[in-house]
């Protein structure tokens, strides 16, 4: 399992990367792998202000659909286009292609609030 040390984690299975305010948001290599083959992302919250823990999207699978949570407050930006035609980038590069969204934060201290890649391997074991 690929944990990024760079990077901030949720207990929902997302991770950010900060770049000033701007944060780039998708889920995880342990989310993607027990999702399994995700066939579609379905993210229509581009403009929109949402608060930390709130649903920006669902992923879905073959076997299931997941919500997509927030991790911090903010407004999103940008939803990478290249989902909607390769919805695979997820599971083939989680933390790269793969990205889902990309957001304007509103506090950027709340990210450094969230988990290290310490204790996010901790979490998922």
Do not use: C
Not at 40 to 60: M, N, P, Q, R, S
Not at 105 to 110: A, P, T
Request: aromatic residues 8%; hydrophobic residues 45%.
């Amino acid at each position: 399992m690929n944990v990024p040390s760079n990077l901030r984690y949720t207990k929902d299975h997302e991770w950010i990367a900060l770049d000033n305010n701007i944060a780039t948001i998708g889920i995880t290599d342990f989310a993607q792998g027990e999702l399994g083959d995700i066939v579609y992302v379905d993210i229509a919250t581009k403009g929109k202000t949402l608060a930390a823990e709130e649903i920006f999207g669902t992923v879905e699978a073959v076997k299931t659909v997941s919500d997509l949570f927030l991790p911090v407050s903010g407004i999103i930006i940008e939803i990478n286009p290249a989902l909607e035609a390769q919805p695979e980038l997820v599971n083939t590069d989680p933390y790269g292609e793969g990205w889902m969204i990309k957001m304007t934060v509103d506090n950027v201290s709340d990210v450094a609030a969230l988990m290290s890649a310490e204790n996010y391997t901790s979490l998922v074991g």
